[in-house]
């Protein structure tokens, strides 16, 4: 098989957009704000939303399964308050369940979180519970900047988060630490903040010793680690004036990176400098990088390509990234999976 360990709802109907606006436009008159139960999109609806777009992709570009959660962008933990975003999450997360029902061959879902800035993360855990629970969620998204570009929160070694790990743990999911849209005219969204939240949440990791509270603890680091790749020997010599271990033994145990790096150099060195292990398949499609590269003709998000042409693995090693290493950092996944003789 070949998993795509990053999709999100990107191409989901109109109708969403329009209940978020309503939402936002009541935040400062409640008794305007819409119900849930205002939202109806028929599954029809979402049909014709995958059919014509992820599930059409997937079939020309030749994946099979994909881990599909809400458009990250769309979080947006920093517009209003909890209530706000654990209503917004319910409905977004839904809706991702709903596709993995109408498409159980090709979608399984991961979860947002309904993160806001300056409140508790062990206010999330219901939504988590319920999503792994009700839903058979695989993952969650981790966004350890919920005010949106102002890194209002503690880093992620921070106790502040340990409920949410502790959590994680118990349900043996992982995370994909994914933050939302910038609201810092400074950093771009897709541009800039995904990619140093990437690389910032690598070096929260590398300067702390979380993993030994949570040896089991699993991050999938997108975007291709952001920076940490092109600085390996950066990371691995802070790491050593740190007097942290050799960085195979202190971090990649519990962070892994995804093939979201649209161009062939990018994922040739991803490919030499990461370990295979620790690279999963993900293209992250109809994402923030939707156009034809004019160099080669092809989408730059069409991530298989760049795999299967790396001179860096053996085919045994494209079969750990395109699936096994998927089943092994999912677990819920892997069992899922073998629930259908796959």
Excluded at 227 to 246: D, I, M, N, S, T
Aim: charged residues 20%; contains cysteine; negative net charge.
């Amino acid at each position: 098989m070949i998993i795509d360990v990053h999709g999100h709802y990107t191409t989901a109907p109109a109708a969403l957009g329009a209940w978020r606006e309503r939402q936002i436009a009541a935040l400062h008159h409640p008794a305007q704000a819409p119900k849930a139960a205002e939202l109806s999109i028929s599954d029809d609806e979402l049909r014709e939303s995958i059919e014509s777009n992820q599930l059409r992709l997937m079939r020309q570009r030749g994946s099979d399964l994909t881990i599909f959660s809400p458009r990250a962008s769309f979080m947006a933990h920093h517009i209003g308050d909890f209530n706000t975003s654990s209503s917004w999450a319910a409905i977004c997360n839904e809706l991702c369940y709903r596709v993995s029902q109408l498409f159980p061959d090709h979608f399984i879902p991961a979860a947002m979180l309904p993160q806001s800035p300056g409140v508790d993360p062990a206010s999330c855990i219901p939504e988590l519970v319920k999503c792994v629970e009700q839903y058979g969620n695989v993952g969650i998204n981790l966004n350890p900047d919920p005010s949106g570009g102002h890194w209002t929160s503690p880093p992620l070694s921070d106790r502040h988060w340990y409920p949410l790990y502790e959590k994680m743990v118990e349900y043996d999911i992982p995370a994909m630490i994914h933050v939302s849209t910038s609201c810092n005219a400074c950093f771009h969204t897709t541009g800039a903040h995904y990619l140093n939240a990437d690389t910032t949440a690598f070096m929260q990791c590398l300067t702390s010793d979380l993993f030994k509270d949570f040896p089991s603890l699993k991050f999938l680091i997108p975007h291709g680690g952001g920076a940490v790749p092109y600085h390996w020997g950066r990371f691995r010599g802070l790491a050593q004036e740190l007097k942290k271990p050799l960085l195979q033994e202190h971090l990649l145990n519990n962070i892994f990176f995804d093939t979201c790096v649209y161009h062939q150099p990018g994922i040739d060195l991803l490919t030499k400098v990461i370990p295979v292990r620790n690279i999963l398949f993900a293209s992250e499609m109809i994402g923030a990088v939707r156009g034809i590269d004019p160099e080669t003709g092809h989408h730059y998000d069409d991530t298989r390509r760049y795999v299967e042409a790396s001179v860096n693995l053996s085919d045994a090693q494209r079969q750990l990234v395109f699936e096994a290493n998927a089943r092994r950092v999912f677990p819920r996944l892997d069992a899922a999976l073998k629930r259908k003789g796959k």
